[in-house]
Structure formats: C-alpha cells, structure tokens
C-alpha cells in the first residue's frame, strides 16, 4: 500500500508542477498575448486544490519522510496564501497583491524539490526489492 501512496504522491505532485507551468502560460496569454481573460486562469488555479489535497493525504498513507510532510503543507499554506488571501487583496493592498506571482515561483521551487524526492524514493523502493531476487538467483547459480 505503501509504494502504491508514493506513486499516487508523486503523481499528485507532477500534476501541480503542470498546472502551475500552465498557470504562467495562462497569464502570459492574457497580459502579454492579450488573447484570453483571466477565467482560465482563475479556475485553473482554483482546481489545482485537488492535486494538493491528494499529495497531503498521500503523504500520510505513503508514510512520507517528515520532511516531505512539511514541505507538503508548506507547499499547500502558500497556495492558500496566493490563491485565497493575496489576489483579494488587489484593491484594498495593491503592493501585496503583488505577491500572487512570485508565490508561484515558491510554487515551483517547492513542488519540484519534493517530485524530485518522491521520485528519488519510489526508484530507491524499486532497487531495494529488486536486490532480493537477484540475491536468490545467484545462490541458485552458485550451487
């Protein structure tokens, strides 16, 4: 159950890294393309809650290390910073509101380092139960 969590964790973390990368591409669309509005955006941003949520809950089952756990939530506080506090703040907070971007790139920086993790661990479980049966394979031949 363990190493099916982990796949479904470091899936859940792929899917944010995409969705925020579209993200970018989304607002690129509309300040520098001026070909769309900001609804793509928003709902988008919006939905990657859910990859979240499953990451957080992966995270757990999969028995993560404490450290990933931590980053997790941390990953998930500043998306609610960005997504639910910063970008309401446009009016009454301009110079904060700017902030919503360069949490993006925390973002980045944060699901990148725990996808890498994750993955580091996923490949390291995989090696580790290969070893065993390599290891009665030889005695097999040495005989």
């Given amino acids: 159950m363990s190493k099916v969590s982990r796949i479904m964790y470091l899936a859940?973390?792929?899917?944010?890294?995409?969705?925020v990368a579209l993200q970018v591409f989304l607002a690129g669309m509309v300040v520098v393309a001026l070909q769309m509005g900001?609804?793509?955006h928003r709902d988008l941003g919006h939905s990657l809650a859910i990859p979240?949520?499953?990451?957080?809950?992966f995270a757990y089952i999969g028995h993560l290390p404490r450290r990933m756990k931590w980053l997790t939530w941390s990953l998930f506080?500043?998306?609610v910073i960005q997504a639910?506090?910063?970008?309401?703040?446009?009016?009454s907070l301009?110079?904060?509101s700017a902030f919503h971007p360069?949490?993006?790139?925390?973002?980045?920086?944060?699901?990148?380092?725990?996808?890498?993790q994750a993955w580091a661990m996923i490949r390291r479980?995989?090696?580790?139960?290969?070893?065993?049966?390599?290891?009665e394979q030889l005695d097999k031949i040495s005989l």
């Fill in 38 to 40: 900001w609804s793509n």
């Fill in 77 to 79: 506080a500043i998306y």
């Fill in 52 to 57: 979240l949520l499953i990451m957080l809950i």
């Fill in 12 to 19: 859940a973390a792929a899917m944010f890294l995409f969705g």
């Fill in 125 to 135: 479980t995989r090696q580790e139960a290969i070893k065993p049966a390599r290891i």
């Fill in 84 to 91: 639910d506090v910063l970008i309401f703040l446009r009016d």
């Fill in 102 to 116: 360069v949490l993006a790139l925390a973002d980045v920086l944060l699901v990148g380092i725990l996808v890498q």
């Fill in 94 to 96: 301009p110079v904060a």
